[in-house]
């Protein structure tokens, strides 16, 4: 049998370098101090900064107990309403919602940093660019250059932010390079990464760029525009039966669907005002809060998440 | 009577070199073709693109009759929203509201021109300063610089101003040389400057520096912080009533009393949601519309007072 102990020991050295946490001995709920088979949910509310409606919405879920966590876009134009509120909020669970385009039509924003400084992030105009289809060429440096901005502009603003996520996950899903320069922000802020392993087969630099004081989730559900709206309640309670063990992060989208939401998103409904506000509306139900008791389902913040970082 | 005589041609001189267009031979509303006593008036609303209640109060307001001229604020988030009405609705009377302050708390913008070549124009955000009070030392040169890159952007996303104005005068009231600036920009694009004679006592230079074909406007009527909300359809009537010959601008601020609105501006009430779903009120109804036909007041636009302009 030594040959192939041998072949199983060469398997595990290639594993441990290339996914290193996936092979880590304790999951993120025993490192936490819950038994097995535990069922853990981060509710983050995605976006907030971007109008005064995702502001509304999801300060009012923060302070029901509808979402427990939620991240920050520094550079729209409804920032300093939401740094307001997490300085007067110290406990709230806040994070930073790393941002780079800028995708609506009617309504947008530009970079934190001189928009000469990251001239691979802007369009003609001066605003992030709508998307990053066709010949956008990012550069990772200046992408290095506009999240720092958006760190600093943070934290001189008062936000103590507990971690970093991207928004539209473009700092996920574009490359090793790009996931790095992200990571390397996060470490020298000693914040975690929303990263999970959800993501690791399509993008395998993922796992292999984060190393063992990073925290990696084991889930996400996150609504897509293929369920239809009279399904968004059987979409999450659906989620919530099948919840795996482990800690998964819903990303839901919070807001009211008011004039100004409706306007700022009128050229697509797919995250548009009606959709933010089915999210809003399932998410502080008592069908919801009715289906974490049933399903024995505990709630888990990034503040706490972050305990376990030997970074910390 | 030689020295009188003498006296007067002294005195003559000194005001044409001081007040060169006060005693221009021919009034505005003269070079207009109107008979002389003929009181003319702009229903001008400002802010268009700060936020989308302005937008959708101003542009029902335009539709409407309202008012028929607004000027445009290219730094701010909602600028291409009304970009978009700009370019689809080519016959409005549309100008550049040229903006150099974020006046607000909750909800704020910053320079189009890369924020590192108007370092003292940005707080250390980079937004626009929130007043130019205390210390600021304001330079001109970068606000040439900002200014044509308001205008570019503007140019670039389909609006053709027909005229350009101050976002709270910070142009107008702060010196030769800021005004002078705003003057070079308006003769490089060919556009009226909104000035007026009411303002020449108090500032001097704007009278000095304005040339033969520029256009100045007669009077101002704009309500302050004085008038108590039950009196503002009587401010606004007893104006209309005793309204001088000439060409008088009302420099109004519609906007709809929504959520958007009460949030941007719930720090104080002045130029506030309530304020400015008063000016809407105000000149969306009848009671304006009867005193115009009873005053006998007639509309003008910049459109038809840039024709005069030998610039053009």
Known sequence: MAPVFKLHVLLLGFLLSTFPVVVSAQTLADRLGYPPGTKLIIVHADDLGETHAVNAAATTALQSGAVNSASLMVPCPWFPEIADFAKSHPEADLGLHLTLTSERVYYRWGPVAPSDKVPSLVDENGYF????????????????????????????????????????????????????????????????????????????????????????????????????????????????????????????????????????????????????????DFFSSQQFRNLLQKENIKLITWRELAQLSKRK
């Not at 087969?201 to 984060?210: G, K, T």
């Open 129 to 280: 660019h709508h998307d990053w289809e066709g010949n956008q060429r990012i550069n990772p440096k200046e992408v290095e250059i506009e999240l720092r901005a958006q760190v600093e502009r943070a934290l001189r603003m008062g936000v103590r932010p507990t971690h970093l996520d991207s928004h539209q996950y473009r700092l996920i899903m574009n490359g090793k390079e790009l996931f790095e320069v992200m990571l390397r922000v996060a470490h020298d802020y000693k914040v975690p990464v929303f990263v999970n392993k959800d993501w690791f087969a399509e993008h395998p630099y993922l796992a292999s760029s984060v190393g063992p004081d990073d925290i990696v989730l084991d889930h996400t559900v996150t609504i897509e525009p293929e369920v239809p709206p009279e399904k968004w309640s059987e979409f999450y309670s659906t989620a919530l039966k099948n919840l795996q063990p482990g800690v998964t992060e819903f990303v839901i989208h919070p807001g009211f669907d008011d004039q100004e939401l409706r306007a700022a998103t009128r050229e697509r409904a797919t995250w548009g005002a009606a959709w933010r506000e089915r999210d809003y």
